[in-house]
């Protein structure tokens, strides 16, 4: 079955510095690949999502860029906030009747 | 828009004790799951159900029992809790046949003691 890895597990990064967080999937059949964002305390809120018919997608601050060929993608953070501080889940998903599949999350922390 | 809401958000038990987690969703999805989250874990699936009336094993389903009760409804039964399922546990549902991701509660802290 599919398998998604993350790395790094854990990030610290400046206010106002990129953050990068970056996934791989096993599947070459996944073709939808959502990210959340978990604050503490709180469930998983997807915050971007894109398919695999698309290279690379933006809203504001955050991107989401996939290789399909190297079965990576990745979340891209500019500009970081101290809000931005979360657990970070990227997912692969091979059909909308298939269960999401979620990596092993990325604390990140934006030091003011 | 209340979107997936589940009670209670603590709960403290004693070993052997039972309790139901309740979920609720109200954006007519069919789909339902029910995860648990451990400190360095990640997200765990523990039970889902695809559908009213069907439910299906995740990879962590020992201790637990579910049930669909309607398209609304995806409950958590713990019969005998044990120390190893104190967790939090999270609730989500998405509508199949569209891609989006899954909608989540907020959870619910249980300490089993």
Known sequence: GENVEQHPSTLSVQEGDSAVIKCTYSDSASNYFPWYKQELGKGPQLIIDIRSNVGEKKDQRIAVTLNKTAKHFSLHITETQPEDSAVYFCAARKTSYDKVIFGPGTSLSVIP | ?113
């Not at chain 2, 038990?13 to 139901?20: E, F, H, R, Y």
């Not at chain 2, 339902?32 to 990640?42: A, F």
């Not at chain 2, 699936?45 to 669909?68: F, H, M, Q």
């Not at chain 2, 609730?91 to 907020?106: H, L, M, N, Q, V």
């Open chain 2, 1 to 113: 828009n209340a979107g997936v809401t589940q009670t209670p958000k603590f709960q403290v038990l004693k070993t052997g004790q039972s309790m139901t987690l309740q979920c609720a969703q109200d954006m007519n999805h069919n789909s339902m799951y029910w995860y648990r989250q451990d400190p360095g874990m990640g997200l765990r699936l523990i039970y889902y159900s695809a559908s009213e009336g069907t439910t299906d094993k995740g990879e962590v389903p020992n201790g637990y029992n579910v049930s669909r009760l309607n398209k609304r409804e995806f409950s958590l039964r713990l019969e005998s809790a044990a120390p190893s399922q104190t967790s939090v546990y999270f609730c989500a549902s998405s509508d199949e046949g569209i891609y989006r991701g899954y909608t989540f509660g907020s959870g619910t802290r249980l300490t089993v003691v």
